[in-house]
């Protein structure tokens, strides 16, 4: 009777570790893709800077280049990959950023906004609108920030003007 309720008790025990190791293999993936929900951005000398929108399904960038796209994404083990574009990239964690090494070798570097409260739900598409004029000063002064911590020096203040071009800005850079 001993040996029994010591062989119940083992396998009791065993069975419930098991079922809570499967628990924490499938929360794993779930705990990785919320990491990546928010607003980010980044600044490079090849591609300015960017602001990101990312939820559950897309993300939605928007930088001086090129404007607002979106793209819907899926997160497969520690790769980001776009379901409409052949970009995959591998993902490492800082807590307050995210490191990419793209399958098309480039690499980028994400920064979580410190500030909760930037003053977008997500990136405005209709550029004549009031929501988009005031997402687009808070862009204008966030750019000329992250443009001078560059040492790119913008002396009017940005003053938008049509022939003032980003390869412009980027031979402003202060010696």
């Known amino acids: 009777m001993r040996s029994f309720l010591f062989y119940f008790l083992v ?10 190791s499967e628990s924490r293999k499938t929360a794993e993936p779930e705990d990785h893709n919320i990491s990546l929900l928010g607003k980010w951005y980044r600044f490079s000398r090849e591609n300015g800077y960017t602001e990101f929108d990312i939820d559950s ?3 939605v960038f928007y930088n001086q280049k090129v404007g607002r796209f979106e793209l819907p994404y ?3 083990n520690d790769s980001l990959k776009y379901l409409t574009n052949k970009y995959a990239g591998k ?3 800082y807590g307050d950023s995210i490191h990419l090494e793209g ?3 480039t690499t980028a570097s994400l920064y979580r906004f410190k500030d909760p409260n930037i003053p977008f739900n997500s990136i405005p598409e209709e550029t004549d609108s009031l929501s988009f004029r005031s997402y687009q000063k808070g862009f204008d ?3 000329v920030r992250e ?10 203040g940005m003053g938008r003007s049509e022939d003032t071009g980003y390869e412009e800005l980027l031979k402003k850079k202060v010696r």
Do not use: M, W, Y
Not at 11 to 20: D, G, N, R
Not at 147 to 156: Q, R, V
């Open 141 to 143: 002064e966030r750019l």
């Open 103 to 105: 399958n098309d070798q």
């Open 57 to 59: 399904q897309n993300v």
């Open 74 to 76: 899926t997160v497969e």
């Open 11 to 20: 396998i009791t025990i065993f069975a419930l570790f098991s079922c809570e």
């Open 91 to 93: 993902i490492t964690h």
């Open 147 to 156: 443009f001078e911590k560059a040492g790119i020096e913008i002396s009017d």
